[in-house]
């Protein structure tokens, strides 16, 4: 189970990147190879201990509960569907695991004559600029094309809408054949709520949006820790055959309203939308402009499962760059130290957007090809 986010918890966060980033620019525009580093050195001792810290509150703040239902339904659709929360966090911390092999060469190699070494530096930080310009991604909005249609619509003031409930949420397992030799399966998992209504059950599935997959799967996951039971509107976009004629597997997306006043992004199948939009199950209904919904709370960064090997790597990490800082060993050792620590950093870094589904809610349902079965 995740943790709620506390303002204690954010504060640490923030002093420990904080820390991070004075000690790499250090690195970056301060040489001074025949001194011990303390301008390198406490930074990153304060970083240390402020994710010490960060751990701590984290593990002490209260477990992510259910929000309570509440009491009747709005009258209107909100026409203000607010987006996905941009984690700051991870963008922060992205930049600082991308820069770390350079921080490392420049503070080992501090302008000690090397050939290899300045081959080195230079080499880390054309990488750092190559990934700082892919990581510009990061600043983009969460929610893909077709979701923004849906938001583009809502405000205009009219969608497609049916009243369900925040139902049972699944993952699903496919298997199917590679095609590349007798006996190779490959499987994929997608995640998906069940939402309960009058009508047919439909699955609202998490969406493929933002930088990375894991984007719509944290934030059903999220849903599904804190709206189980919540009544409120699905909507789809009054475009939807426009967005199904032109996506290559007939998605189109659907958002979930809940009467608690928050918005639950995703998309549905053409199995699970067609009684709906084509058979007109859901009929067109005026939105209010005036009305908002907002994203749901966001839970903790930290993943005791996930985060807690990698942090130990990256403490390992700190240690080998001990030496060089204190000026303690020759050029040649320094160098080779230095490209340890760097790529520990990296590896440290791994799982920044790493999401790991609590296995308790979720009802496994596993599907096959048809020639699997």
Not at 228 to 252: F, M, Q, S, Y
């Amino acid at each position: 189970m995740q943790h709620v986010s506390t303002p204690l918890a954010r504060t640490l966060g923030a002093a420990a990147l904080l820390s991070a980033a004075v000690a790499w620019g250090a690195a970056a525009f301060q040489y001074d190879p025949h001194h011990v580093r303390l301008d390198i050195l406490v930074p990153l001792a304060l970083a240390g201990a402020f994710v010490v810290g960060w751990l701590v509150a984290c593990r002490a703040a209260p477990l992510v509960k259910q929000l309570p239902t509440t009491g009747p339904p709005p009258e209107a659709i909100p026409g203000k569907l607010g987006t996905v929360r941009r984690d700051w966090g991870l963008v922060a911390t992205a930049y600082l695991v991308v820069w770390a092999p350079f921080a490392a060469a420049n503070s080992a190699y501090g302008g000690r004559g090397s050939t290899l070494g300045a081959v080195y530096c230079l080499l880390t930080s054309i990488v750092a600029v190559i990934t700082s310009l892919c990581l510009l991604s990061l600043l983009q909005s969460y929610l893909g094309p077709m979701q923004r249609m849906l938001k583009e619509d809502a405000a205009k003031g009219g969608v497609h809408a049916v009243r369900v409930r925040f139902g049972t949420p699944v993952r699903e397992t496919y298997r199917y054949p590679t095609g590349q030799g007798v006996g190779k399966i490959a499987a994929r998992t997608n995640y998906g709520v069940e939402l309960i209504g009058e009508q047919p059950t439909v699955r609202l599935r998490a969406m493929r949006a933002g930088h990375s997959s894991a984007v719509g799967d944290k934030h059903l996951a999220n849903a599904v820790a804190q709206l189980g039971g919540h009544g409120g509107w699905l909507c789809w976009p009054t475009r939807w055959r426009d967005i199904a004629g032109t996506n290559k597997e007939r998605l189109v997306p659907a958002a979930f309203v809940s009467d608690s006043g928050h918005v639950v992004w995703g998309q549905t199948t053409e199995e699970d939308y067609a009684p709906f939009l084509r058979d007109g199950a859901a009929p067109l209904r005026e939105t209010e402009p005036a009305l908002a919904v907002a994203p749901l709370p966001r839970p903790t960064r930290y993943l005791p499962g996930v985060h807690a090997s990698h942090l130990r790597i990256a403490a390992v990490g700190a240690l080998f760059a001990l030496p060089f800082l204190l000026d303690v060993v020759p050029g040649w050792a320094a160098l080779l130290l230095g490209v340890v620590s760097g790529a520990l950093g990296l590896l440290a870094g791994m799982t920044l957007d790493s999401v790991r589904m609590d296995p308790e809610p979720w009802t496994v349902r596993t599907t096959s090809h048809p020639s699997l079965q």
